[in-house]
Structure formats: C-alpha cells, structure tokens
C-alpha cells in the first residue's frame, strides 16, 4: 500500500501544457498521509493544480484517523464514498516516486519506487468535497491502488494507479464515464518503473531530509534480456 510519497520540484507546465497552477506544487522527501498534498483536478475544462488533504473525508466522517488514504481500484464500486467520487471527481498527484518496504529477517527494507529515467509520475486519486459551514469547504483525497507488476511484487502488493500525461484529460474530465476511465487503472509496465534501496531515516514521517530519497544502492530494474 502507498504509505508515503516522494515529491521533489517538478516543472508541472512541462509536464502539462496548459496547466492552471492555483497554488504552489508541495514538496517533500517523505510526504505522509494525513497532510496537505497537491493535486490535478478538472476545473473549467482545463487541468488545475490545487492543494487538499491527503485522506478522504466525507461529511459523515467523525474520526479524522479512518479517513482512508488509498481505495483499491478493483472495489471503487462497493463503497458510495468510493463510487460517488470515481464517478466524476478523479485527481491526479504530481510525484517522483513512492516507497515501499520489504520484508527482510529482522526489519522492513524501505525502498524507492520510481520511474527508470525519474521523470515524474502521475497518480491516480479520487476526491470529495464537504462544506464545512456556508462559505467554508473542505477537500481531500485517496490515491487509487492496482496490484504491483511481477517484478515489483516483492516489494509491495499494490502502488498507486500510474496515469500516462497523454491520458490526464480522459482520466480528469467528470464527463469520461467510469468506465471508460477505469481501463486506465493498471499495472505499470515491467520495464517502466525500477526500485533502490534507501535509508531506514524514511520510517520516520518526521524525517524530511534529503537522505530520505537518497539511493543506498543500486536501481533494481526490469532486464528484458534476462526474461
């Protein structure tokens, strides 16, 4: 599961011509939920880069702690919290990479999930919205997860659902069907992402250094050859 994010700065009109940047992209070396993280949502027919809560909290929702921070792509459906969202209000994060933590005999080995060139990545999400009084509202968000490819897989069963740039405005416009939408929510390609090990630093959401991102060895990648 997608517990923390890499955020370095990005050029996000690059990566989107055309992109409306209401606010600043949020940074970080080792971004958490429950904090405010940027988003790309369709605003007036255009992509538009906004910042909201990571953890999805609709009206109802009494306890800040059970907002959930992922929704696995496969159930979008039987939960209405879920379904209503997917239906019109999809999001994407800006990002450079995702960790994930393996299984070793004595401890979990975090490492750093990112594109092979490390260009950036765009993330699926869903988001909602609930007034908090008359003038006052308040958005947040949920990463959609798919089940890692093959090689990944031992890091981790499932990543954030990869959304290629060339998609973002039949992922983002409310009008795209669910699903028309939803053939986008799969496994990344074998020889897209690669994997480095990285300090254990990065257990710690309080750390925020460099040293979090930082590889500790080499890039495990998918080798076509080898297959």
Same mark, same amino acid.
Not at 52 to 75: I, K, M, N, Y
């Given at each position: 599961?997608?517990?923390?994010?890499?955020?370095?700065?990005?050029?996000?009109?690059?990566?989107?011509?055309?992109?409306?940047?209401?606010?600043?992209?949020?940074?970080?070396?080792?971004?958490?939920?429950?904090?405010?993280?940027?988003?790309?949502?369709?605003?007036?027919?255009?992509?538009?880069?906004?910042?909201?809560?990571?953890?999805?909290?609709?009206?109802?929702?009494?306890?800040?702690?059970?907002?959930?921070?992922?929704?696995? &792509?496969?159930?979008? %459906?039987?939960? #209405?919290?879920?379904?209503? *969202?997917?239906?019109?209000?999809?999001? !994407?994060? /800006?990002?450079?990479?995702?960790?994930?933590?393996?299984?070793?005999?004595?401890?979990?080995?975090?490492?750093?999930?990112?594109?092979?060139?490390?260009?950036?990545?765009?993330?699926?999400?869903?988001?909602?919205?609930?007034?908090?009084?008359?003038?006052?509202?308040?958005?947040?968000?949920?990463?959609?997860?798919?089940?890692?490819?093959?090689?990944? &897989?031992?890091?981790? %069963?499932?990543? #954030?659902?990869?959304?290629? *740039?060339?998609?973002?405005?039949?992922? !983002?416009? /409310?009008?795209?069907?669910?699903?028309?939408?939803?053939?986008?929510?799969?496994?990344?390609?074998?020889?897209?992402?690669?994997?480095?090990?990285?300090?254990?630093?990065?257990?710690?959401?309080?750390?925020?250094?460099?040293?979090?991102?930082?590889?500790?060895?080499?890039?495990?990648?998918?080798?076509?050859?080898?297959?």
């Amino acid at each position: 599961m997608a517990g923390r994010l890499y955020i370095p700065q990005l050029d996000m009109a690059r990566l989107l011509p055309g992109l409306c940047q209401e606010t600043p992209l949020l940074t970080a070396n080792n971004m958490a939920p429950r904090h405010p993280v940027s988003h790309i949502r369709w605003e007036a027919g255009r992509p538009c880069l906004q910042q909201v809560f990571w953890g999805l909290t609709p009206a109802w929702l009494t306890v800040l702690d059970h907002a959930p921070h992922c929704a696995r &792509a496969e159930s979008l %459906d039987e939960r #209405p919290m879920f379904r209503e *969202a997917f239906a019109s209000r999809r999001c !994407l994060v /800006p990002a450079g990479g995702v960790y994930l933590w393996k299984l070793q005999p004595r401890f979990k080995q975090p490492f750093l999930v990112t594109r092979v060139d490390r260009g950036p990545m765009l993330l699926a999400g869903i988001w909602c919205r609930y007034h908090t009084n008359l003038t006052e509202h308040r958005d947040s968000m949920a990463l959609v997860t798919v089940p890692t490819n093959d090689f990944l &897989a031992p890091l981790g %069963d499932r990543l #954030p659902a990869l959304i290629d *740039a060339h998609d973002t405005a039949t992922w !983002l416009d /409310p009008n795209t069907p669910p699903e028309a939408a939803r053939t986008l929510l799969r496994s990344a390609p074998l020889e897209l992402l690669g994997a480095f090990p990285v300090s254990r630093r990065v257990n710690n959401p309080a750390n925020q250094d460099a040293a979090c991102a930082h590889p500790t060895g080499p890039m495990l990648r998918w080798n076509e050859e080898e297959t």
